[in-house]
C-alpha cells in the first residue's frame, strides 16, 4: 500500500479555514504549500477508513523519515517539504510534532477531558500557525495567542465533524467528562442528529472553546506583516462565528459550515475594523 492509494483528493481549497490565500505573499507561499502537502498527505493517511492501523503508522514512519532525508524509498511530500525548509532555512519540527498527532489518530480513539484535548491540539494544530509565523519571521512571543486560535479552530473542526468522525473512523474527540456530565452517550453520535444531552455535551465543548478564542482576540495586533495579519484576523472572525454557531447549533443534523458567499460577507464587514486596529497598532 502507497499513499497514493490512501489520499482523499482534498486540497487547500476544500479547508473549512483558508490555507496559504491570496493573502499570503507570494514568496511565502512555497514553503507554506509545500507544508501543506505533507500535511495533507499524512492526514488522508490517518483519516482512511478502512486501511490497516499498522499500515497506516508504516507509511508515516516514511514520511518520517523521507522528510529527514533517511529513507530510500522516499515519498515526494516528504522530499519536497524537506526541500522548501532548506531553502527556507528552517527546522522539520513542527512538521514532525504533526506527525505525532496522526500517530495519535491512528492509536488513540478517545479524550479524557480539556487538558487531555488540548495536548492533542499541542501535536495537530499549533506547529500548523507556528509553522506559518516562522515562514514569515515572526516574533516567537505570538506563539500563546497562535497557541489558542489554533487549538480552537482544532476543536471547532472536531465538533463539526463529530458524527462523521465516530461513524466512520471510531474516533470521539468531545471529552468523556464532557459526555459524562451531560448524560450523554457516545452512541448517541450514531444517530441521525444529536439528542439534547448530546447537544448539551457540543454546547458545553463550544463554551470552554469562547475561552481560548478570547485569549487569541489579539493575536492580529501582534504580527508585523500586514497581509498576514488581515489572513489571521479573518480566521479569528470565521472561528467565533462558527464557535457561536455551534453553541446553538446541532452540527450532526445541521449547517455549521460557511459558504463562500458568507466568508466573503464577513470578511467585508470585517475589514474596516481590521485597518483601524493595524493604524492605531503601537
Known amino acids: 500500500m502507497s499513499i497514493a492509494d490512501l489520499q482523499s483528493g482534498k486540497d487547500h481549497t476544500g479547508e473549512n479555514f483558508p490555507v496559504a490565500s491570496f493573502l499570503i505573499a507570494p514568496r511565502h507561499r512555497p514553503p507554506v504549500m509545500a ?44 522530499v519536497a517539504l524537506r526541500r522548501a525548509l532548506d531553502q527556507s532555512k528552517l ?10 498527532a496522526f500517530r495519535r489518530d491512528v492509536t488513540k480513539l478517545r479524550y479524557r477531558d480539556w487538558p487531555d484535548l488540548l495536548d492533542y491540539c499541542r ?13 514569515h519571521g515572526e516574533d516567537p512571543a505570538t506563539w500563546p495567542a497562535n497557541d489558542a486560535l ?39 453520535l450514531g444517530d441521525v442528529r444529536a439528542n439534547d444531552a448530546l447537544k448539551c455535551a457540543i454546547a458545553a465543548l463550544a463554551a470552554r472553546n469562547a475561552d481560548l478564542l478570547q485569549q487569541s482576540r489579539g493575536f492580529a495586533r501582534q504580527i508585523q506583516d500586514h497581509r498576514l495579519a488581515l489572513e489571521v484576523d479573518l480566521i479569528q472572525t470565521l472561528a467565533e462565528d462558527l464557535n457561536a454557531l455551534l453553541a446553538t447549533r446541532d452540527p450532526m443534523s445541521e449547517k455549521v459550515h460557511h459558504s463562500k458567499l ?21
Not at 482512511?48 to 529513507?71: I, N, V
Not at 495537530?124 to 509565523?133: C, E, Q
Not at 480552537?152 to 464532557?178: E, M, S
Not at 483601524?276 to 503601537?282: K, V
Request: hydrophobic share 45%.
Open 262 to 282: 458568507e466568508v466573503a460577507r464577513l470578511f467585508l464587514k470585517r475589514l474596516p475594523a481590521f485597518g483601524w486596529s493595524r493604524l492605531t497598532r503601537r
Open 91 to 100: 527546522d522539520p519540527t513542527h512538521a514532525l510534532d504533526l506527525l505525532e
Open 150 to 188: 489554533c487549538a480552537a479552530l482544532q476543536v471547532i473542526n472536531h465538533l463539526q465533524d463529530c458524527a462523521k468522525d465516530y461513524q466512520d473512523l471510531d474516533r470521539v474527540y468531545i471529552p468523556a467528562d464532557h459526555l459524562a456530565a451531560a448524560g450523554a452517550q457516545i452512541s448517541a
Open 123 to 135: 501535536y495537530s494544530a499549533m506547529p500548523v500557525g507556528r509553522f506559518v509565523l516562522d515562514v
Open 35 to 78: 507544508f501543506y502537502r505533507f500535511v495533507r498527505a499524512a492526514d488522508d493517511v490517518a483519516d482512511h477508513p478502512t486501511a490497516p492501523a499498522d499500515q497506516k503508522l508504516e507509511l508515516l514512519e516514511r514520511m518520517r523519515a523521507s522528510l529527514m532525508g533517511e529513507s530510500g524509498a522516499a515519498i515526494d511530500q516528504g
